[in-house]
């Protein structure tokens, strides 16, 4: 194994702990059973709530590219390190 593959698979644990936390961090979208017997009414703090969903999936995205890229080049180091 060459030294870019290590850091590579470092990278990869990493961004995979990453991409699990944070979408972990994340609120469901659906209310589930109490939404249907409560009928689903507005919470006060939604718009908070949307906004820091937003954030958290776009950076679920960007660790998503980030662990999809390395995965390349770690592939790609793979095969020519032999």
């Not at 017997?37 to 919470?43: C, D, K, S, T």
């Not at 958290?56 to 390395?70: D, G, M, Q, R």
């Amino acid at each position: 194994m060459s030294v870019l593959e290590i850091v590579g698979g470092l990278l990869l644990i990493a961004s995979s702990l990453l991409i699990i936390a944070m979408v972990m961090m994340q609120d469901s979208k659906g209310k589930g059973l109490s939404g249907a017997i409560g009928g689903g009414e507005m919470q006060m703090n939604e718009a908070r709530t949307r906004t820091k969903d937003a954030t958290l999936a776009k950076y679920t995205k960007y660790a998503a590219v980030v662990f999809f890229v390395v995965t390349i080049l770690v592939g790609v180091f793979g095969v020519f390190a032999k």
